[in-house]
């Protein structure tokens, strides 16, 4: 995903209210990341082991389709998910 320098606060911003917003008028996250393996950085075991992790709420996950990880059971996976929440946000 190529975004500009000079948009990633703004994209930041986005995200964090966006997922504060879903999550207080759910009252739960339906998003995890407690099975998710990040790759990518100089050293990949230690990031996993650091990272903090969340369990998704199972009835929130269902509320927007999500499966029990809060991940989208779809192929398009992230994008979708992303819709989905840009979309839930004002129920």
């Known amino acids: 995903m190529k975004i500009p320098e ?3 606060a703004g994209h930041l911003n986005w995200g964090t209210f966006t997922l504060r917003d879903v999550v207080t008028k ?4 339906p998003f995890g990341d407690d099975t ?3 790759r990518g950085s100089s050293n990949d075991a ?5 990272v903090l ?12 389709g999500l499966g029990q990880s809060g991940h ?4 398009c996976g ?6 989905a929440l840009a979309a839930c946000a004002s129920f």
């Open 6 to 8: 000079n948009s990633i």
């Open 26 to 29: 759910s009252g739960a996250s």
């Open 78 to 83: 992230h994008r979708r998910t992303l819709r």
């Open 53 to 64: 992790r969340f369990k998704a709420d199972p009835q929130a996950s269902a509320r927007f």
């Open 36 to 38: 998710v393996k990040y």
């Open 72 to 75: 989208q059971a779809h192929a």
């Open 46 to 50: 230690a990031l996993n082991a650091a």
